[in-house]
């Protein structure tokens, strides 16, 4: 294991997570910060060591995880916080599944890079110019049709 190591894929031992030999230990906590954890799953020990009882655990996780994600996937179109539901079941399922640890490591660096970038003042001043771009085009367009056809109500159609 390489300590300090920048590179992706590379797991990072801090030396208040390691024993003596300098391996990680056994919680599967790696990183500088004990921020990421080893795959696999995350019941408690009991629960791993009978293998009907993890069986019905991890079918459970996934039906809560499953239950979550449609409740954010409804919530979409609708009034709620759909993606933020949806994430939520997500992480239900990385509780248990390697599939969805990966999914939302993946969809983390993401949106950190998403929030760096947006962050560099020469993206900010061209997102600025082009939103600034935007409204003055859609305000042209409104008064331009507001000029041609004027403001009608539907309520206040004329009876015949």
Known sequence: MNTGSDQPGEVVVAADDSDETG???ADGRVGERGAERG???R???FIRSRRAL???WQVGVFVV???VVVAGII???LPGPGWVVIFGGMAIWATEFVWAQLVLRWTKRK???AAQRALDPTVRRRNII???TGLVIVGALVGIYLWKFGVVMPWKIKDQ
Do not use: I, R
């Open 23 to 25: 391996e990680a230990k």
């Open 54 to 56: 993890h069986l019905s």
């Open 75 to 77: 919530m979409l179109p």
């Open 65 to 67: 995880g499953l239950a």
């Open 43 to 45: 019941a408690p020990e």
């Open 39 to 41: 795959l696999g799953s």
């Open 130 to 132: 082009l939103t600034a």
């Open 111 to 113: 949106v950190t890079e």
